[in-house]
């Protein structure tokens, strides 16, 4: 099996420790002159750079969350200024704000080189055409994709999303052998392929690499049969850097993070403490060579668990398993982040309506579909059967514009939604992991 | 001669229909007449109860979305020229007609209309000296 960069993947641990300890000194030292909002948080909690010399005293700092990223939004994070920044890319937020990351020079260098591991991971080199069907712009997908491909002199194929005829033509035609995109879109083109009747053996894709949502063992043997593909999970998040963080190589056998670049701990996501090798818990990462949009302990809300042995495959980076679930209540509908308050904020600013609703998620054909199901409330109620209909395309309209994705609405009778004194339950997810 | 009708919004689901008329039923509730109105996810079940007021206040307490509504409702012949006047007099006025349902005893027919404009549509009903009735008449046809 070939490894992109013998030299970190396979760190002799000792080595890689102190590798990581030194640029943490770096990182922390960095951040504190540089962002404002570390330094006040590291102050508050009665720390300078100095406390902080290696690895063991990372515990010490406090967590980053998606919130303090909102709270600073746009660049109020960035330790560089905004001439060293040559990028930017923005994942979709709550209620019009979305996350913001920016990138130095350096930084896409970097994630150019994570990337290059992870296609390298998952079997692919210079003979390799890849087939990029991760959505390209402010979305990190696409075009962490593509720099990866680009660094292992393959040849890219920078489709983008959609257009499934087009996809399929240009497969065959160009002879994709490595496939890019979401598992549940693999799923739909490898039905696409059986329904317009193109022969596997018109085809050579011998493996695809898939990630941006959760997805099962099962899904997996699905995707394998269906296209006689290899397929390898990854890992990643635009906050940390987009794909490349993680990336499993072909023992399947777990997700190789690049520790080097990204510091993971599991935590307990209720005490907060930090939890030993194996156990499940949120995963933390410290990003410990960016520059642009550095991050200290940045709490990812996935849930997973890590394995430091040695890989069969000779890395010695650290392995995640399988993302296992949230310690929050996000949901991934088609690659793109949701959460059950952002659709509360949109229904909170219509007076017809309570916000009293039900999320209902699923998956029909390979595809995630959403429902919401709201209350009708007495005080609007008017037995006029368009001004219902009126109402239920207002809110889809709403939510569609807000939210960017597409829910189906369904007005319901006020008790068929449970009530709770407590957090009541919000969502029904029926697709299966 | 408003009569006050009772809507209820309900859920395309089986057994919503039966729940509302049980619950009217142990109270004792007449229903005069009743129609449906439904898309393909939910629908609009309108009665002419014999006490509105209390009807409504029995289907709130059980979680229902209800509402009254003002409807006017005429007695004529049940030919069809009888219907057809009712609905030029009205269309003459520019009153339009947001719902309309009926049925028939013997050779006379009781219509229920919602119109946009109610209190005009009586007017104009009675100087045409139409037979425009009461809640109160619905219940001794």
């Given at each position: ?10 760190m002799e641990r000792t080595?890689?420790k102190?590798?990581?300890?030194e ?6 030292e960095?951040?504190?002159f540089?962002?404002p909002?570390y ?5 508050e ?5 100095e ?7 990372l515990?010490?700092?406090p967590f ?9 939004y746009?660049f109020?994070l960035f330790?560089?200024?905004m001439?060293?920044?040559v990028?930017?890319?923005a994942?979709s937020g709550?209620t019009g704000k979305p996350?913001v990351?920016g990138?130095s020079r350096?930084?896409?260098a970097?994630?150019?080189e994570?990337?290059a ?8 080199n ?10 390209y ?6 075009l ?5 491909g680009e660094?292992i002199?393959?040849?890219v ?10 996809q399929?033509q ?13 598992p ?10 059986e329904?317009?009747g193109?022969s596997?053996?018109a ?10 949502e959760?997805?099962?063992?099962n899904m997996?043997?699905?995707i394998?049969?269906k296209l ?8 990643g998040?635009?906050?940390v850097i987009?794909p ?6 072909l023992a399947?056998?777990?997700?190789h993070?690049?520790e080097d670049?990204?510091y993971?701990e599991?935590?307990?996501p209720?005490?907060?403490?930090i939890?030993?090798?194996g156990k ?7 990003t ?7 991050l200290?302990r ?8 890590l394995y430091?042995?040695k ?6 980076m650290?392995?995640?398993e399988?993302c ?5 209540d996000?949901?991934?509908i088609?690659g793109?982040?949701?959460f059950?308050s952002q659709v509360?904020s949109?229904l909170l600013?219509?007076s017809?309506?309570k ?10 054909n390979n595809?995630d ?8 409330d ?6 006029k059967?368009?001004q219902l209909?009126a109402?239920r395309q207002?809110?889809?309209?709403n ?5 960017g ?10 008790k068929?939604?449970?009530?709770s004194?407590?957090k009541?339950k919000r ?7 | 001669?408003i009569?006050?009708?009772l809507?209820?919004f309900?859920?395309?689901k089986?057994?919503?229909l ?6 009217l039923?142990?109270?004792n509730?007449?229903i005069t ?9 939910f629908?609009?079940?309108r009665?002419?109860v014999?006490?509105p007021?209390k009807?409504?206040?029995?289907l709130?307490?059980r ?5 009254i509504?003002?409807?006017?409702s005429?007695m004529t ?5 009888h219907?057809?006047?009712v609905?030029k007099?009205?269309s ?13 005893i013997?050779?006379?027919?009781i219509?229920?209309?919602?119109c946009?404009?109610t209190e005009?549509a ?10 425009l009735?009461?809640a109160s ?5």
């Open positions: 099996m070939e490894i992109w960069n013998r030299h970190f993947e396979c080595e890689l102190r590798v990581q300890s640029r943490i000194r770096e990182t922390v960095r951040v504190y540089n962002v909002y330094r006040s948080k590291m102050q909690a009665g720390l300078g750079p406390s902080i010399q290696s690895t063991d005293d515990h010490k700092l980053t969350t998606k919130q303090d990223l909102r709270d600073n746009p109020g330790a560089v200024p001439s060293e920044i990028r930017v890319h994942s709550t996350t990351v990138y350096r930084d896409i970097t994630w150019s994570v990337m591991r992870t296609l390298t991971c998952a079997g692919a210079r003979n390799d055409f890849i087939h990029v069907a991760y959505g712009g402010l979305f990190t997908g696409g962490g994709l593509h720099y990866g660094k002199g393959a040849s194929i920078p489709v983008s999303g959609g257009n499934t005829a087009r399929l240009l497969m065959r035609d160009f002879g994709s052998t490595v496939l890019a995109c979401t549940s879109y693999a799923l739909f083109l490898a039905e696409a392929i329904e317009t193109i596997l053996d085809l050579k894709l011998r493996v695809g690499v898939f990630g941006a959760p997805w099962t063992e997996r043997k699905e394998e049969k006689r593909i290899k397929a390898i999970d990854i890992y998040l635009s906050e987009g490349g963080v993680a990336s499993e190589c399947q056998n777990g997700l993070i690049s670049h990204f993971p599991i935590i307990d209720e005490t907060l403490e939890l030993p090798e499940i818990g949120e995963l933390v990462f410290t410990i060579t960016k520059e642009g949009l550095p200290i940045y709490r990812t809300r996935d849930l997973t668990r430091y042995e890989c069969s495959c000779g890395r010695t650290v392995r995640m399988k296992l679930g949230r310690s929050d996000m949901l991934i088609r793109v982040n949701l059950p509360e949109v600013e219509m017809e309506i916000p009293h609703y039900m999320l209902i998620v699923d998956r029909v595809l579909t959403v429902e919401l199901q709201v209350e009708v007495d005080a609007f109620f008017q037995d059967i368009s209909e109402l207002k809110i889809q309209n939510l569609e514009s807000t939210l994705i597409s829910i189906r609405v369904t007005l319901v009778e006020p068929s939604i449970e009530r004194e407590s009541a969502v029904i997810d029926k697709r299966i992991y | 001669m009569i006050h009708q809507s209820v309900l859920e395309n089986s057994g919503r039966t729940e509302v008329l049980e619950a039923g142990q109270e509730v007449r007449a009743l129609s449906v109105a439904d898309t393909s996810e629908g609009i079940l009665l002419i014999s006490d007021e009807a409504r206040a029995l709130r307490e979680m229902f979305t209800v509402n509504t003002e409807v006017i005429i012949s049940n030919e069809a020229k219907f057809a006047k609905l007099i009205l003459d006025l520019d009153i339009s007609i947001e719902y309309t349902y009926a049925y028939s013997g050779d006379k027919s219509i229920i209309l919602r946009s404009n005009e009586i007017r104009a009903l009675k100087d045409h000296e139409l037979d009735l009461k008449d619905l219940f001794r046809i």
